[in-house]
């Protein structure tokens, strides 16, 4: 009614109607259409700058625009800014001088008539920002369990902006320096995680990474303003299990009690502070657990035991041996031994094996932790000695103990033999002495001499007058002679005999023949092994070679005892030849030579040769030495003689070459044949 007034008025001050006309005057122009602030009327701006826009009304009569206005209330009313525009616009800009608040803006069209009707809109400006927020300390380490974790944000403090508080912006990273958002004073509304108001305060986090993150928090006002301040809250992750392990358990059995540790560690949030434990239990009994990273535990009886641990860190983890928080322990959790004081049982097996009379057997045995496979032992000693007991190889088997007494190396007499065994917790005891008798074996006896089953020797003795000699036919090798001498290069049969003690034959039985060749240190061995027959005999041709020692040796078996024979000597003679240049020779004239040589093996002949003594005899005077000579390496000598001497004119000489025996020569003394040389 005021408007429709106000344009009766108008028309009729200018003269256009009459009285009468009112229903049908001119009035100045409609609102503008669709006033509009850019970015909504709702939306709260964080510059002072606003766009307006609107359309020119339609109108079918009227005069034209002739001007456009605008005005700016704050919240109280008050008019604060005011613009006038010649012609009609659909558009302006402008800055509100007024600090942050609400404001509303006018815009109306003028004409000749006058000022038409005002649209309004509202402004929001708010450029303040919004005090500081920041993630909830969480107070200790989140574990694997805690995920999903709901971070809760603190509410700003102070005086909250005029356009409140949208929501706030979040980012979680390793760095204390980052912030949620890009801008340094403004967040967009993407960044703003939370857009549910000062209330709309947690966020849930699938997962974390272990070890720290920042968790960075600004609260973001309802024209996009973020808190200056940047709040950071650090977050520690351990997802890891603590690691337990036990110390003091015996490896397996044990004969005293055991005080067993369970210790923990942790590398992330440790195993010292509020909710961290280790615990150990024993056979399944109530478990001894103590705060910290260690606990002890004293175990007594006798038994199997099953000792488990387990430990929590201080963010919850537990290692317990069980797929828990999604992790599976390596190391078994739970652990056996067992405990036993009482001594195994130990007796010997008295039953004797005929085919192993040395073999000495013994049980032992335990009914809790069993013999042990490892220890145990076999003594011997001279029965009512009181010595200390001498041990023996022994073999621990399952359930018992075995050892080979070697009696050939004991003298006959009586023999007392002690057992020990032990359990597999180290417990020991003896059994009850065992008596024995050596020999235990069958005693052997072996002998040896030259020849076939008969030796034909010549027997000779020496009596005034000369030696006498006579041949014998000796078939017990007792009997025969313990030396020999063969000419050189010829093989010798040796025979023997193998019994028992008591004269039986030992058939099939392998003996050994020793030949000990040549003296000092050129010497060197030779063995052969020959078997017996059915009566215990046996022989064989020993090849050729120089001077010799000959033994026989029987090892022995498990049921019968070595025997040694008694050493042979087997002499060989040295070979040697003589040559002479001439069967005669001149009375101070040209000497004749003799040359030869002495035969030996390959490498026998000493290196500065072997020494010779040439001899000469006459009837009725024995060899006599002349000169003595030395071969060379390969055993040849030469050497010239003249005859000077008178009394040789019409004489028959016989010469020789004799070889004597040395240290460094492996052969008997030996000569040559003799040769004849007339003197003349």
């Keep these: 009614m005021r408007a429709r007034l106000s344009l009766l008025v108008a028309t009729t001050a200018l003269g256009l109607v009459g009285p009468g006309a009112v229903g049908s005057a001119w009035a100045g122009p409609p609102a503008p259409v669709d006033l509009e602030v850019e970015g909504g009327e709702e939306t709260w701006r964080p510059v002072n700058r606003f766009y307006l826009s609107w359309k020119l009304p339609e109108t079918e009569f009227g005069p034209p625009v002739l001007a456009t206005d605008y005005l700016i209330r704050n919240s109280s009313g008050a008019v604060i800014a005011s613009k006038r525009f010649g012609g009609p616009i659909v558009r302006t800009d402008f800055r509100v001088p007024g600090p942050a608040g609400q404001y509303t803006a006018e815009v109306w069209l003028e004409n000749v008539i006058g000022s038409g009707q005002h649209a309004v809109v509202t402004l929001r400006y708010d450029d303040s920002r919004p005090p500081p927020a920041a993630a909830t300390q969480g107070g200790g380490w989140l574990g694997r369990a805690d995920f999903p974790h709901l971070i809760r944000i603190e509410h700003p403090q102070g005086a909250l902006p005029v356009s409140g508080i949208r929501g706030y912006a979040v980012s979680i990273d390793g760095s204390p320096d980052e912030g949620p958002c890009a801008g340094p004073s403004q967040c967009t509304e993407t960044e ?20 720290e993150s920042h968790v960075h928090v600004v609260a973001v006002s309802g024209s996009g303003m973020r808190s200056e301040e940047v709040g950071d809250t650090v977050l520690r992750v351990d997802k890891t299990n603590p690691t337990t392990r036990l110390n003091g358990l015996p490896d397996g059995w044990t004969n005293r009690a055991v005080t067993v540790t369970a210790s923990a560690s942790d590398a992330g949030s440790g195993m010292v502070g509020e909710g961290a434990f280790t615990a150990i239990r024993v056979d399944g009994g109530l478990p001894t657990i103590h705060e910290g990273d260690s606990v002890s535990t004293t175990v007594i009886g006798d038994g199997i035991h099953r000792i488990a641990r387990y430990a929590q860190d201080t963010a919850g983890n537990v290692n317990d041996g069980a797929s828990r928080n999604g992790v599976r322990n390596s190391a078994p959790l739970v652990m056996t031994f067992g405990t036993d004081r009482e001594p195994p049982q130990v007796a010997f097996v008295t039953a004797r094996d005929a085919e ?68 597999a917790a180290g417990n020991s005891s003896s059994a009850d002495p065992m008596l024995l008798s050596n020999p235990v074996k069958t005693p052997t006896a072996l002998s040896i001499g030259f020849g076939g089953a008969r030796l034909v020797w010549q027997n000779c003795t020496r009596k005034p007058g000369g030696r006498r000699c006579h041949r014998e036919a000796v078939t017990e090798l007792g009997r025969r002679p ?199």
């Design 192 to 211: 703003t995680d939370l857009r549910g108001g000062v209330g709309q305060d947690s966020i849930p986090v699938a997962e974390l990474p272990e070890g």
């Design 356 to 423: 192993e009379p040395e073999l000495i057997r013994a049980r032992v045995t335990d009914t809790l932790a069993g013999a042990s496979a490892a220890r145990g032992s076999i003594g011997v000693r001279v029965a009512g000695s009181g010595d200390r007991f001498q041990p023996l190889g022994t073999q621990v088997l399952p359930g018992g103990l075995r050892a080979r007494w070697d009696s050939e190396s004991f003298p006959p007499g009586r023999y007392e033999f002690r057992a020990t065994g032990y359990d």
């Design 482 to 680: 313990p030396s020999r001498v063969v000419p050189f290069g010829r093989g010798t049969l040796l025979s023997g005999l193998l019994t028992s003690a008591s004269g039986a034959p030992i058939p099939g039985a392998p003996v050994k023949i020793l030949e000990t060749l040549g003296p000092g240190p050129r010497s060197r061995a030779r063995i052969a092994t020959v078997g017996t027959d059915s009566a215990g005999r046996f022989s064989i041709r020993l090849p050729a070679g120089p001077s010799r020692e000959i033994s026989a040796l029987f090892d022995g078996t498990r049921t019968l005892t070595h025997a040694a024979a008694t050493s042979l000597r087997l002499g060989v003679r040295t070979r040697v030849s003589l040559h002479v240049s001439s069967t005669t020779a001149r009375v101070g004239g040209r000497p004749i030579v003799f040359s030869g040589r002495v035969i030996a093996e390959h490498g026998e002949i000493p290196a500065d040769g072997k020494a010779l003594s040439l001899q000469f005899r006459l009837p009725g005077i024995p060899w006599t030495e002349f000169r003595t000579v030395r071969t060379d390496r390969l055993g040849r000598f030469r050497y010239a003689y003249r005859f000077s001497d008178d009394d040789s004119r019409g004489a028959r000489f016989q010469f020789r070459a004799y070889a004597p025996g040395q240290s460094d020569w492996p052969y008997e003394p030996g000569s040559s044949g003799p040769v004849a040389v007339l003197g003349i």
